[in-house]
């Protein structure tokens, strides 16, 4: 079956040190994004990318970094510059569409980082 | 993208219909509405969405007011498997997910 694949469920680091986040898709999607979400709340976009080789902020980029190096792949590195690392991240694709429509959305089941 | 606003939460006896309501009254003539809903600690599902025309699938119906700024997201027979937090985004490419609706189906 198609789908999104985040790994690990859950990651413990501590604090300082870099983090990589995994997320593989075989839904063959040409976009790809990374949300963040803490307790209570939405989700907030960190990245995103519509191609390979290219990828554009979200509204929280700071402290993230990400790649797009295959259509199938989009990690994102949570870096030692982002002051509040611990959330839960959500991973996404979807069908490069239209900029019209955004429907369709495939997530992830996500990772829990907790930084200690 | 425009902003949406709904209820932080609402209730809703199983076997009811659930009715959602959202208001987006900046949403420019381009902009598509958008349901998703989160169950607890999972990633978004998408659930429907639409321009200007009523929606219905499996899952909803999408009810749009004539003027756009605002829709309503109906379940029309409310489960258990139904609690969840519902968003309503209004978006041209990107998605924005705000605080949500927090629905609780009770039986």
């Known amino acids: 079956d198609g789908g999104i694949t985040q790994s690990p469920k859950y990651l413990f680091r501590k604090e300082g040190q870099n983090v990589t986040l995994s997320c593989e898709q075989n839904?063959?999607?040409?976009?790809m994004y990374w949300y963040r979400q803490d307790p209570g709340q939405g989700l907030r976009l960190i990245y995103y990318?519509?191609?390979?080789?290219?990828?554009q902020k979200g509204d929280i980029a700071e402290g993230y970094s990400v790649s797009r190096e295959k259509k199938e792949s989009f990690p994102l590195t949570v870096t030692s510059a982002q002051k509040n690392p611990t959330a839960f991240y959500l991973c996404?694709?979807?069908?490069?569409?239209?900029?019209?429509?955004?429907?369709?959305?495939?997530f992830g089941s996500g990772t829990r980082l907790t930084v200690v | 993208d425009a902003k949406t606003t709904q209820p932080p939460s609402m209730d809703c006896a199983e076997g009811r219909a659930a009715n959602l309501p959202c208001n987006h009254s900046?949403?420019?003539?381009?902009?598509?509405v958008y349901w998703y809903r989160q169950i607890h600690s999972q990633g978004p599902q998408y659930i429907i969405h639409?321009?200007?025309n009523n929606e219905t699938n499996e899952m909803a119906s999408l009810i749009i007011t004539e003027d756009r700024k605002s829709s309503t997201l109906i379940l029309p027979h409310a489960t258990l498997r139904d609690t969840a937090v519902y968003y309503c985004?209004?978006?041209?490419?990107?998605?924005?997910f705000g605080a949500g609706t927090t629905v609780t189906v009770r039986a």
């Open positions: 996404a694709s979807s069908k490069k569409t239209s900029p019209f429509q955004a429907y369709g959305y495939t």
């Open positions: 839904l063959n999607h040409d976009a």
């Open positions: 990318s519509q191609i390979v080789n290219d990828f």
């Open positions: 900046t949403i420019s003539g381009n902009e598509y």
């Open positions: 639409g321009l200007k």
């Open positions: 985004i209004v978006s041209d490419y990107k998605l924005s």
